[in-house]
Structure formats: C-alpha cells, structure tokens
Nanobody, 125 residues
Framework: VQLVESGGGLVQAGGSLRLSCVAS????????MGWFRQAPGKEREFVVG????????YYADPVKGRFTISRDNAKNTVDLQMKSLKPEDTAVYYC???????????????????WGQGTQVTVSS
C-alpha cells in the first residue's frame, strides 16, 4: 500500500485547509486510517483516526471541534478538513494505514503498517 498526501500549505490563523490521502491497493476498506503530525523538535503525535469496521472517528483533544476526518472507500481516500487553524497546528502531517486495526490502537503510531511521506502545514499568526 502506498499513501500519498496532498493539500498542505501556508494559511493564516483562523483559516482552513483540507488534506487528502490517496491509497493504492484494493483493500482500503480494511484499513483503519489515521492522521498524525510532527512539529520541529517534537515527537509525532496522533491527530485523528477513522476505523475500518464502522468508520467510527477518534480525535485528539487539541483538534476536537476544529478538524473532521472522512473516508471514501470507493475512491481509496481519507480527508482531513481543518478549520480554525492555530499556529500550534503547524507541523508535517502524515497519513497512516493499519490493517484491521482495532479502535484501541488507533492513537498508537507503532501499530500502523504504512505511512505517507507527509505534507507541510504552516499556520501563521
């Protein structure tokens, strides 16, 4: 499986961006999908995930109410709509896929099988 992210860029605080991740392969519907981010000098952190089984969604506290994840199994895509962006959202955002990953693992990066190359999001103040 190959994951390719797009949609990153520079935006002012309070603005919006939409990230997309396209996956290769025929088994996309069997993958739990997650978005992680890594800011300079910081560890990679969980942002949001969507389960493979029922598309349940899970959000990290800092992004609740501002970010929305969605998936389209017919198009092999997972999108991240980001609103009310803050300078602290600045990071490289990574898409990740975990085969039939259960929800209790969704925030744990070590349990994902595939990662994209990342896309930079910069929020200016």
């Amino acid at each position: 499986v190959q994951l390719v992210e797009s949609g990153g860029g520079l935006v002012q605080a309070g603005g919006s961006l939409r990230l997309s991740c396209v996956a290769s392969g025929r088994t996309f519907s069997s993958y739990t999908m997650g978005w992680f981010r890594q800011a300079p000098g910081k560890e990679r952190e969980f942002v949001v995930g969507i389960s493979w089984s029922d598309s349940s969604t899970y959000y990290a506290d800092p992004v609740k109410g501002r970010f929305t994840i969605s998936r389209d199994n017919a198009k092999n895509t997972v999108d991240l709509q980001m609103k009310s962006l803050k300078p602290e959202d600045t990071a490289v955002y990574y898409c990740a896929a975990g085969i039939t990953m259960p929800p209790y693992r969704i925030a744990q990066p070590n349990y994902y099988d595939y990662w994209g190359q990342g896309t930079q999001v910069t929020v200016s103040s």
